[in-house]
Every structure is written in structure tokens, then in C-alpha cells.
């Protein structure tokens, strides 16, 4: 089983070459990561488990998914026939036979109540009243922490697949070691994706216009091919630069123009930085199609031109 994940991971996440140019959307034809051998019961694994430090007694039959990088990871895993509920944003894969339930921010409680879920799966913290709710209808809910590192990367895949597969100990019973295999898998895989791309000194600008710092996770995967010259903590302002990186990475919402108008980044653009635009699709659902930022950079055009274009 560790090698058909492995294989697959690579195989969905492989392909970068050289660096250069870009494309609007994350690809949308990319195929969602399949694991053909896992079995349509879970009687052989190790529970009860901890998954997001919240007991489970046994693997989930249903399960509502109010974040579309877990629906995204969950399908990767091979499990997308568990999902009832998918959260408004969920829009890949396309064809999930799945309710749709709201966000987080704004959860369809009754409709949730409704699809007897045995977990709710997010990424942010429900109200105290709708987590209550849910409790109080026999439905656990798992809130997992959005990846800032390769570390969180790792634990978020491990955190999904635990339920599934069970993992290390609770009350003395040791484990499967199955989701930590796809966790170490899933970030090997990113690496791998970004080996042949170097970028040496970069900055991120998001779409706000702020400069992604060090503990954030753009600036986790793009570190994976070069070294991220903004050393604050954080979103700052680019006047915070002290000194020039060889490539802006931008948000490809904004544009050449966009970007010159700031004082420091036209700067940088004027002593020879090269530009280079990325969909923030990629950072915002931390799954295997992180991999196309990679995709995108190794693709770009030797001249940048205006990448303003509608979604």
C-alpha cells in the first residue's frame, strides 16, 4: 500500500522542468490522486484513533466536508464515495455525489443534521452553539489545522487519513502506520514537484498586495526551490524588503502595472527582477494540486506580459 500511495503522488505531482511563464487557473484536468487497493471496508484498521486530538471509535461511513482541500485530500485517498455533505466551495473533483451544506463560516446546521454524518471535517472552528449541535446529535466534528509549513502539510494529510486507518496510540493501543506514510508521502511528493524549479531569492505578493513572510505557507513551498527574502513574520508591506529578491512571484489576480506602482517592488522590477505569476488557488487548498505552482513557473514565458484576465 505505501508504494501504490508513493506512486501515485509522484506521478500526480511530476512533470516540472524549467522556469519560465503562466496560466490563470490551476488545472483543472489534473487527476485527482487515486489509491486503486484501498478496500471498500476498514475492519483491519486500529481504532479507536485520534484524529485533531479528538477520539474515534471506528472509521466514518459519512462524512460532511466544509473545506475544499480535505473534500480535495479525501478524494486523493480514495474515499469521495464517504462524502454526503461538501461545503458551497467545493468545485473539485466535479460530479461528487454530495450535498452541498454551506462553509464554515456559515454552516447549514439542520441540512447537516439531516445527512447523519458520523464526522465534520473543517479547517476552521465552528461556533460554540453549531459544534454543540452537532455533538448533540451523535456527529463528531474534526477541525484540523491549515498547513503555514511542510510540517502542517504533512499533519494534514496524516490528520484526514486517520480516519480511515487509525494511527499511533490511544490508551496504550498502538496504531496503524498507514496515515503516516501518506503524510510523509504527500510532502515528498511537493518536494519532489519542486525540484527541478529555481527560483533562489524570491517574495510572494498575495492578492491583498502584502508580502507573504516566512511562516506562511506560500512561502513554505516556494522555499522548496529558493529562499524566501522577506524575513518577517506574517503579511507585511513591501517596504519592509531589505534587500532585492531575483524573482517577485505575484498572485496572478494582479498584473505588471499593478505591481510597478508600488515604490519598492519597481524598484526591484527596475535593478533586473524577473516576474513571474502563480494562481493562489494552490496555497489556499493545501492538496497534491499545490504542485501546479510549480506547473505554472516552469511553464512561464521568458517576458511577462499583463496577466489581468477575469477568474
Known amino acids: 500500500m505505501k508504494k501504490t500511495i508513493k506512486s501515485f503522488l509522484c506521478l500526480a505531482l511530476s512533470g516540472v522542468f524549467l522556469l519560465s511563464g503562466c496560466e490563470k487557473k490551476v488545472n483543472s484536468d489534473l487527476s485527482v490522486i487515486s489509491v486503486s487497493n484501498v478496500p471498500e471496508t476498514t475492519s483491519v484498521t486500529a481504532f479507536p484513533a485520534l484524529s485533531c486530538g479528538v477520539r474515534i471509535e471506528k472509521a466514518?461511513?459519512?462524512?460532511?466536508?466544509?473545506?475544499?482541500?480535505?473534500?480535495?485530500?479525501?478524494?486523493?485517498?480514495?474515499?469521495?464515495?464517504?462524502?454526503?455533505?461538501?461545503?458551497?466551495?467545493?468545485?473539485?473533483?466535479?460530479?461528487?455525489?454530495?450535498?452541498k451544506v454551506g462553509s464554515t463560516e456559515n454552516p447549514n446546521i439542520d441540512a447537516i443534521v439531516k445527512l447523519k454524518p458520523d464526522i465534520v471535517f473543517t479547517l476552521s472552528e465552528l461556533s460554540e452553539r453549531e459544534a454543540y449541535t452537532l455533538g448533540q446529535s451523535s456527529i463528531t466534528v474534526l477541525t484540523a489545522e491549515p498547513p503555514k509549513n511542510m510540517e502542517?502539510?504533512?499533519?494534514?494529510?496524516?490528520?484526514?487519513?486517520?480516519?480511515?486507518?487509525g494511527r499511533e496510540s490511544v490508551e496504550g493501543e498502538k496504531g496503524?502506520?498507514?496515515?503516516?506514510?501518506?503524510?510523509?508521502?504527500?510532502?515528498?511528493?511537493?518536494?519532489?514537484?519542486?525540484?527541478?524549479?529555481?527560483?533562489?531569492?524570491?517574495?510572494?505578493?498575495?492578492?491583498?498586495?502584502?508580502?507573504?513572510?516566512t511562516d506562511t505557507f506560500e512561502s513554505a513551498v516556494l522555499s522548496l526551490s529558493g529562499t524566501n527574502i522577506c524575513g518577517e513574520k506574517g503579511y507585511v508591506s513591501a517596504d519592509k524588503?531589505?534587500?532585492?529578491?531575483?524573482?517577485?512571484?505575484?498572485?496572478?489576480?494582479?498584473?505588471?502595472?499593478?505591481?510597478?506602482?508600488?515604490?519598492?517592488?519597481?524598484?526591484?522590477?527596475?535593478?533586473?527582477?524577473?516576474?513571474?505569476?502563480?494562481?493562489?488557488?494552490?496555497?489556499?487548498?493545501?492538496?497534491?494540486?499545490?504542485?501546479?505552482?510549480?506547473?505554472?513557473?516552469?511553464?512561464?514565458?521568458?517576458t511577462v506580459s499583463d496577466n489581468k484576465s477575469s477568474q
Open 60 to 99: 466514518p461511513d459519512k462524512i460532511v466536508s466544509l473545506s475544499p482541500a480535505v473534500t480535495e485530500i479525501i478524494c486523493e485517498l480514495g474515499f469521495k464515495d464517504k462524502l454526503v455533505g461538501i461545503s458551497d466551495y467545493c468545485d473539485f473533483p466535479s460530479g461528487l455525489n454530495a450535498e
Open 152 to 165: 502542517g502539510y504533512s499533519a494534514l494529510y496524516r490528520e484526514i487519513s486517520t480516519m480511515f486507518y
Open 176 to 213: 496503524t502506520e498507514k496515515s503516516v506514510q501518506i503524510g510523509s508521502d504527500a510532502r515528498l511528493a511537493l518536494e519532489n514537484a519542486a525540484t527541478n524549479v529555481k527560483l533562489d531569492s524570491f517574495v510572494y505578493v498575495t492578492e491583498k498586495f502584502t508580502i507573504a513572510g
Open 241 to 302: 524588503l531589505k534587500s532585492a529578491p531575483k524573482f517577485i512571484i505575484a498572485d496572478n489576480t494582479l498584473s505588471n502595472d499593478e505591481l510597478a506602482k508600488d515604490e519598492t517592488l519597481n524598484e526591484f522590477i527596475n535593478g533586473g527582477a524577473e516576474v513571474r505569476f502563480v494562481n493562489a488557488a494552490a496555497f489556499e487548498r493545501p492538496t497534491a494540486r499545490t504542485a501546479d505552482v510549480f506547473k505554472e513557473l516552469s511553464s512561464n514565458n521568458a
